[in-house]
DNA sequence: TTTATTGCAAAACCTTTGCATGTAT
DNA sequence: ATACATGCAAAGGTTTTGCAATAAA
């Protein structure tokens, strides 16, 4: 889990707005968040934090390797800490909700089939679309009633 | 591969502007095309077609299952006709050349992962990204003399 | 004090939309 | 003739950038 020894290591300096901004993305109940979640998060917390800076402060750390930018369906990224410990997802069109999971087998044929065709595999991202079975039993799920908290834009309502 | 029949199938009216689209998805030398590339392509022939009518004629190929839409790293989407065999993508960060792959194992490892966790898949994206074989090897790949083929904003140079 | 960082507003992109005009059936 | 498509320009949404003010080392 990145912390404030990781700004230093990455040449940046140790600021209030990426303090904060870390623990947003330490202490969310929600691991993947978009730009402006995290500035939403910011202005209920009482934060003056721009969303220039927000944008900034994420781009330098997924440069520095502390957190991973997605590109979901929906147009907008989406930034998650870096745990350092791989895994996929499954994002639910109904509810928004973002599911993680790891699987031994696809990673290995991934790597085989790069291998295959020469290519050298710098990064990779595996996204399942779909219905969660929390929306599909329910007819909805606990975290639509959380306010913006969606990752993306859902295709309905 | 889509041809002006599935037009009318999806409702569409049989125009100009769509068929010379189409027929642009159809015989480009690159598969994968921004908005953008189509629109270039078709002032390049000397057609009077505007941007605006680029990006909804592609919407509603989308719609229609006529195209499948890709959001690569990069931000701008990316569009490819839907030839009904599903493959994934491995996507040169050099040169921009996006590779096609299928590997049946990986297929049926995700939709084991889904089932077990009870999420209904509707649809997937696995891209890899790296450094492709021309590229290691070359130093370059055909590809970059072509101008405007890229479909992605290249991470360097 | 020196250098990096922030805030604000403006710009840059990509994509969508409103509305009058044009085209297919 | 009617309904749908198009072009243009304008607006929308997300992300980046220039520059003066500010904070960290």
């Not at 993680?100 to 710098?122: C, L, M, N, P, Y």
Request: aromatic share 8%.
């Amino acid at each position: 889990m990145p912390n404030q020894s990781d700004l230093k290591k990455a040449g940046l300096k140790t600021t209030q707005p990426r303090l904060k901004i870390l623990k947003i993305l330490e202490n969310a109940d929600v691991r993947h968040l978009a730009a402006e979640d995290v500035y939403k998060i910011l202005l209920e917390t009482g934060e003056e934090i721009g969303l220039a800076t927000v944008y900034r402060v994420l781009t330098q750390f997924e440069s520095a390797g502390l957190v991973i930018r997605h590109n979901f369906e929906g147009g907008r990224s989406v930034f998650e800490l870096n745990d350092e410990d791989h895994h996929d997802h499954m994002v639910c069109l109904e509810c928004g909700r973002v599911f993680e999971f790891f699987d031994k087998t696809i990673e290995e044929r991934q790597k085989e089939v790069a291998h295959q065709a020469g290519f050298a595999i710098d990064d990779h991202s595996l996204y399942m679309y779909g219905v969660c079975r929390g929306f599909r039993d329910n007819g909805n799920c606990s975290w639509v009633d959380q306010p913006s908290q969606g990752v993306f834009k859902l295709k309905q309502k």
